[in-house]
């Protein structure tokens, strides 16, 4: 069986998602957790469940969606691995967090690139990588077909879309993504986003005011 856990983190309320199967094999998409006492909820439950945390995988490089990235290669020995248009969010970390106020841990810099068509294998369950971008350049969708399960990072949401007034963001790149990657999707594949609740594609189908 496939697990999926929700830990949404920090000031902006990102969702992470630690996936698992039965064998206790784990990948963690995303990384928001942003100070001591989130690194350890989300130490404790890996350890709790006996998990072996083996990949860490960024939808994109927000700064959000990369606060604990730090945490994950000192405890865990990972380094994100993600889309390669996403370095420049990476290399701009600290000016990001300057802006927003915040502290930050410098995220390292991946040795691993994902692109559209790759596959990402967590024990008998297979991801399909979709390229999605417009949120972000480099933003990268992730959809396992067996249990009609997709990751969208901040693509699409619940009744919304991700923003794309962003730093190379562009609307009408993000709107294609949507239209040609995830609507062509079965309506009953659930979406787990990157801030708020799980939606559908048949819900965002019929009811997203940005699709229509």
Not at 33 to 52: H, V, Y
Not at 68 to 75: K, P, S, V
Not at 182 to 198: C, E, Q, R, W
Request: net charge negative; with cysteine; charged share 25%.
């Amino acid at each position: 069986m496939l697990y999926l856990k929700t830990f949404t983190f920090n000031p902006f309320q990102q969702n992470s998602y630690l996936i698992y199967d039965d064998e206790g094999t784990a990948y963690l998409f995303d990384a928001g957790n942003s100070n001591a006492s989130e690194n350890e909820i989300l130490r404790k439950f890996i350890e709790n469940k006996k998990l072996n945390l083996k990949r860490f995988i960024l939808t994109h490089a927000h700064i959000d969606h990369i606060l604990g990235a730090r945490f994950i290669l000192d405890t865990y020995g990972l380094l994100p691995e993600m889309h390669e248009k996403e370095i420049f969010f990476i290399e701009r970390m600290a000016q990001s967090g300057a802006m927003y106020g915040i502290s930050v841990d410098q995220a390292p810099m991946p040795k691993t690139f994902i692109k559209e068509g790759d596959k990402i294998t967590l024990g008998k369950y297979e991801f399909d990588c979709l390229f999605t971008p417009g949120h972000s350049p480099g933003s990268i969708s992730f959809y396992n077909k067996e249990n009609k399960l997709l990751i969208s990072g901040d693509v699409l949401f619940y009744g919304s879309i991700g923003r794309s007034d962003l730093p190379m963001g562009d609307h009408e790149t993000l709107i294609a993504s949507i239209k040609n990657k995830l609507l062509v999707l079965d309506d009953d594949v659930k979406v787990y986003s990157g801030h708020g609740p799980a939606t559908t594609i048949g819900f965002e189908r019929l009811n997203n005011p940005f699709l229509v």
